[in-house]
């Protein structure tokens, strides 16, 4: 026994310092695990959809995100919706030019008469969310945001949208600072009307953040490969999350809760005093006027039926 005690005592010894190394190791690792959570983001989820929404980029203007090598924020913002399931996606980018383009094909004669494309399929969009524009400011430190209400008023022109004091909030990127100012906004795709606006913010301190339950795939995998993507990425998550509390004040149904459309005259014809009267006529109605209903919707038509 004497033989074997000092390898005894040695084999011991490399035990105690094994768990020792591990005690110390463990809470390593938790707390290591402790920070990836405070880092994660998860994207709100609605139990319904509130409506149908086309989310929107600039049409004219500086690309700023062709400098920084990202995706336009239209297909960023499209994938924090696509999660959320808060609205029914329409596009109204790239993918409905060709849809434009296959359209004009079959009025042209070009494609099969049985092919199915043609007026009346087009899903009309309830709501617009404009991400706020960014452009190349004068300032070499950093791109500057054009205001919300220039970017609205090329989509939209309308004084209830050009002259909205709530559509003049800025926004900015400083690629040197690594932060982002951005702005998000909902506008009633019929009238016009901005129903929600709320801002969004992302720093530096943003780049390690991941977001819960989502892979590398689409605008967020893009983003997510450089730290100023992740930093503008950060900022427009912030303002989603934002404008996602002022959801449920949208109505149940954007379409019946705006006027009906105003319809054409496409005949000669005669406005009368009632639906019934046959004989008494208010005035003549002359061919491209236009008729705004007021009462019973039933007794007008327009030009599709």
């Known amino acids: ?39 994660s983001v998860e994207i709100p989820v609605c139990s319904k959809s509130f409506g149908t929404l086309a989310v929107v980029d600039h049409r004219e203007g500086g690309q700023w995100w062709l400098e920084l090598n990202l995706s336009p924020p239209s297909v960023l913002i499209t994938d924090y919706v696509r999660i959320s399931g808060c609205f029914n996606l329409v596009d109204r980018s790239t993918a409905f030019n060709f849809s ?31 991400a706020a524009l960014v452009g190349q400011n004068k300032d070499e430190h950093g791109i500057g945001v054009q205001p919300v209400r220039d970017l609205l008023c090329d989509i939209i022109p309308s004084n209830k949208v050009c002259n909205n004091p709530l559509s003049r909030l800025p926004g900015s990127i400083d690629t040197n600072k690594k932060t982002a100012d951005v702005v998000l906004q909902i506008v ?39 730290d100023m993507g992740k930093v503008i990425a950060k900022a427009y998550l912030d303002a989603y999350i934002n ?61 599709h039926g």
């Not at 383009?101 to 617009?128: C, H, K, T, W």
């Not at 977001?211 to 795939?217: E, P, Q, T, Y």
Request: proline share 4%.
């Open 1 to 39: 026994m004497r033989k074997y005690g000092n390898n005894v005592v040695m084999l011991i010894a490399v035990i105690a310092l094994t768990v020792a190394c591990l005690q110390v190791t463990v809470p390593s690792a938790v707390a290591s695990q402790s920070k990836s959570d405070q880092n």
């Open 100 to 130: 434009e383009e296959e359209r004009q094909l079959f009025a042209s004669g070009m494609l099969r008469p049985d092919s199915n494309v043609g007026l009346g399929q087009i899903i009309a969009a309830d709501y617009f969310m404009v």
């Open 188 to 226: 009633d795709a019929r009238s016009s009307a901005i129903v929600a606006t709320m801002q969004g913010h992302g720093t530096k301190r943003d780049v390690g953040f991941r977001i819960l339950g989502n892979g590398d795939s689409g605008g967020i995998g893009i983003y997510s490969k450089t």
């Open 243 to 303: 404008i996602s509390e002022q959801f449920r004040s949208l109505p149940k149904s954007a379409r019946e809760s705006n006027p009906v459309q105003a319809m054409e005259v496409i005949r000669p014809a005669r406005l009368l005093a009632n639906p019934r009267d046959t004989n008494q006529a208010v005035r003549s109605l002359d061919v491209g006027m236009l008729l705004y209903p007021t009462g019973n919707r039933h007794i007008l038509k327009n030009r």
